[in-house]
């Protein structure tokens, strides 16, 4: 009987044993089983007790740094990080508003209920971890459904400690799937310790305070001004509920840039809030039909005058911050710059001199044509010129994405004039207020000229002035990196580099003749006939030196021939272009592609500084707040070209002014320019219907690049001397280096450029007759630089 089976009990019995049965015992493979299994629960107990320590205490360096105790009862404040010149003069501060936080009782308590029934409902019941939410993200999370289950506790512990980067971060933290573990680990131990030293309504100011927002709003003060333009208090539920949706994701749920998206999200708000007994189901369907209305205004974090460097410093360091781990707006970081200020204002007030001066002669010369200086090739006026120009302005998008299918609103709206400040020229603080409409801005923005200028050290690449346009204020495109324009004969120089480097000599003959260049282009024979300036051939055998010197096309495009075209874009890439080039036979014209102030001057350095290219830099070093040097960036080296190819190449641009013709012999007008034997190389540049006007100068000690143009490519003058690169540009940097031999406390001097480091094997001084101050400067544009290509028995096209 002990061996039958027992039948089931009944539901509501116990089994009962048969009497006179002995109870059975456990084998031993069951109590191996059993010990195992106890084994197995202390094991984990004991884990489950002490990793948290292990993660507290970073054992062995593998977790990473935890908040202190000091930390936890007094959060590091944020403090501005502060940018410097290479003189000492502090030029701006870096912060975010909210280091100074917005008490709760002015925040609206829409945007406390929005969060509360969004992120964490359970947020009044639990001591900064919600087991239930918990237990619910790991369910779903093994059926592929992936839920937020992080309290509001253990997000701001996340963004107050940053405890996924820096210094948070130990070495099991590189482990895929560890990594997020341990973090989380350190999340749940910080909310928790949060919990313990801060009520609930602190944890909601911090929080409130430090999240973002998108569009780069950080805090909640900041967020509302940027989309609302508004105060924390005066949020409706509407403008809560988007603010509050954007924390899921800045970035995907902007409404700004993706409002539909955003609104899906705020309506998902909405429905919680519902839920949550915040608003009847009446006015969440009623809420949710309303569109999202920003009033949009980006907020800066920026003190300090407004300049075109400050957005190329601002990029560096935040690359760099997030490479290491720190916040540029919150670590109170030094930053060290190369920029000197002396330099920079020594530069921008001689770019505002001249754009003055010459605002007044463009103006006058289209006032009396009597029309608007957007014109074509034939110099006729471009209908439609302003329309076209809006509708490609993030104005004029917003307007008819708002007035969308109403063309009379929009119409209207495009030419409704209203009070607005603008840039003038003929006020010292450089604006004024006048009634226009959006149509009568853009125009009367487009008939300004605008310039950029970069000074350089070439011996070790440091930027020491930046001036990127005309007023910051009102025109915020960079014309010194940003902008890319055609450098017309300015490029000439890598043409006679390419031919110097490959065994010329400066005193190489070509003769000054029409020529016809025969080349194939996509499997078609092609012919090229460049024109000289003045569409006249002297006939002259001239010296590759003389020829550079007068800009002489025809000698150029025959060297260019003789060389290569490929080879010119290799070298020009070679000394520090980076800009892609056409292996065209136009190369040496400047036709072949568009380069900026920032390569040019870059490339020109290469020249002076013995053929080593220096890679620009604008920050020497970066401290922390306590003055401790956290990083240093020193000079980048690399070698180019050769040493006598480079000496060559100086001298070459010295003939701008030495040799009879040079197109650089404006400069003798600036008198201060020539005590102690002073020496000055350059070379001009204009490009067709003189729409660019260039100018390269290179001292002892600086190389410096000038452009001048309009904002669009049709707006010039039209067949005029007083578009060239020479009157344009060349004024710029004449009265820029007068300024700056005269500043004693800069320690330039003039004097001649360095003898050679070496014997120089090629013969290079080529005999003249001739006083050079007394000659008049060359003609130097590619007016007449505009290539005229045929197909065989095919009619001419005119290509610039």
């Not at 067949?719 to 320690?747: C, H, V, W």
Request: charged share 25%; net charge positive.
């Amino acid at each position: 009987m002990a061996d039958e089976t027992i039948p089931p009990a009944a539901p509501d019995s116990l089994p009962t044993r048969p009497s006179g049965a002995s109870r059975k015992r456990p084998g031993r493979g069951t109590r191996r089983l059993v010990r195992i299994a106890w084994a197995i629960f202390f094991i984990s107990a004991g884990f489950f007790l002490v990793y948290p320590l292990l993660v507290r205490s970073n054992f062995l360096f593998l977790f990473g740094k935890s908040p202190s105790l000091e930390e936890l009862e007094n959060p590091k404040v944020e403090q501005a990080s502060e940018v410097f010149t290479s003189d000492g003069v502090l030029i701006g501060r870096y912060f975010r508003e909210n280091r100074s936080p917005v008490p709760l009782n002015q925040i609206s308590p829409w945007l406390v209920k929005a969060l509360i029934a969004t992120e964490d409902a359970r947020y009044y019941q639990h001591s900064g971890i919600d087991a239930p939410s918990l237990v619910s993200t790991f369910y779903y999370g093994l059926r592929g459904d992936k839920r937020g289950g992080s309290t509001i506790s253990q997000q701001l512990a996340k963004n107050l400690y940053k405890t996924r980067r820096g210094e948070s971060q130990g070495g099991l933290s590189h482990i895929p799937g560890v990594g997020t573990v341990v973090a989380k680990t350190k999340e749940w131990i910080t909310a928790v310790e949060l919990e313990r030293r801060y009520t609930k309504e602190e944890i909601l100011r911090m929080y409130l305070n430090t999240v973002e927002y998108g569009s780069n709003a950080f805090g909640i003060k900041v967020a509302a001004k940027t989309f609302f333009s508004t105060t924390p208090d005066s949020l409706t539920p509407v403008q809560a509920a988007t603010l509050i949706g954007v924390l899921n994701n800045p970035t995907a749920f902007n409404p700004r840039f993706h409002p539909a998206a955003s609104r899906h999200r705020r309506n998902v708000v909405l429905q919680r809030m519902g839920q949550a007994g915040d608003l009847k189901p009446a006015e969440v369907k009623a809420l949710q039909a309303e569109p999202i209305v920003l009033d949009y205004q980006i907020e800066k974090h920026v003190d300090g005058p407004d300049t075109y460097f400050r957005g190329a410093i601002s990029q560096a360091v935040n690359h760099w911050c997030e490479a290491h781990g720190y916040d540029m707006y919150r670590d109170g970081l030094r930053i060290y710059t190369t920029i000197d200020s002396r330099m920079q204002d020594h530069a921008e007030q001689a770019v505002h001199q001249r754009m003055k001066m010459l605002q007044q002669q463009f103006d006058n010369f289209w006032r009396n044509k009597g029309q608007n200086p957007w014109v074509d090739e034939e110099g006729h006026e471009i209908p439609d010129f302003i329309e076209t120009q809006m509708r490609r302005t993030q104005s004029y998008k917003a307007l008819a994405a708002r007035y969308h299918g109403q063309p009379a609103r929009l119409d209207s709206a495009l030419h409704a004039k209203r009070p607005m400040k603008v840039f003038t020229w003929k006020k010292t603080d450089g604006d004024t207020t006048l009634v226009l409409s959006p149509l009568d801005s853009l125009a009367y923005y487009k008939h300004f000229l605008q310039a950029g200028m970069m000074t350089m050290d070439p011996f070790t690449g440091s930027i020491k002035a930046w001036v990127g346009g005309l007023d910051y204020r009102f025109f915020q495109y960079d014309h010194v990196k940003q902008g890319k324009r055609q450098a017309g004969s300015t490029f000439k120089p890598f043409v006679y580099l390419t031919a110097l480097d490959n065994g010329y000599s400066p005193c190489d003959r070509i003769r000054d003749q029409r020529v016809t260049i025969k080349y194939i282009e996509n499997g078609k024979p092609m012919e090229w006939q460049p024109d000289n300036v003045t569409r006249e051939y002297t006939g002259i055998n001239m010296t590759l030196r003389s020829a550079m010197a007068r800009s002489v096309n025809s000698v150029t495009a025959q060297l260019t021939e003789k060389v290569g075209w490929g080879k010119v874009a290799d070298y020009a890439h070679k000394v520090g272009i980076t800009s892609p080039l056409l292996p065209v036979p136009s190369i040496g014209l400047g036709s072949a592609g568009d380069v900026s102030v920032y390569e040019m001057v870059d490339a020109y350095a290469t020249f002076l500084n013995n053929g080593f290219r220096s890679e620009p830099r604008i920050i020497t070093r970066i401290e922390d707040r306590n003055g401790n040097v956290i990083q240093q960036f020193d000079p980048v080296q690399k070698r180019a070209i050769s040493p006598e190819t480079a000496w060559l190449m100086t001298y070459m641009l010295r003939g701008g002014m030495e040799e009879p013709g040079g197109t650089s012999q404006g400069l003798w007008d600036f008198q201060d320019l020539w005590r102690k034997d002073n020496q000055i190389g350059g070379k001009t540049g204009t490009t067709s219907n003189y729409s660019d006007g260039w100018y390269m100068g290179l001292t002892k000690d600086l190389v410096s690049g000038v452009w001048v143009g309009g904002e669009d490519r049709s707006i010039h003058f039209f067949r005029s001397q007083q578009g060239e690169g020479g009157r344009m540009a060349l004024p710029i940097f004449g009265r820029y280096m007068e300024t700056i031999y005269k500043d004693k406390s800069l320690n330039y001097d003039y004097g001649p450029f360095p003898k050679p480091p070496s014997k120089i094997n090629r013969k290079y001084v080529c005999y003249t007759e001739y006083e050079p101050r007394h000659r008049e400067s060359a003609k130097d544009t590619v007016a007449a630089d505009n290539l005229l290509e045929q197909l065989n028995g095919g009619g001419k096209d005119s290509v610039r």
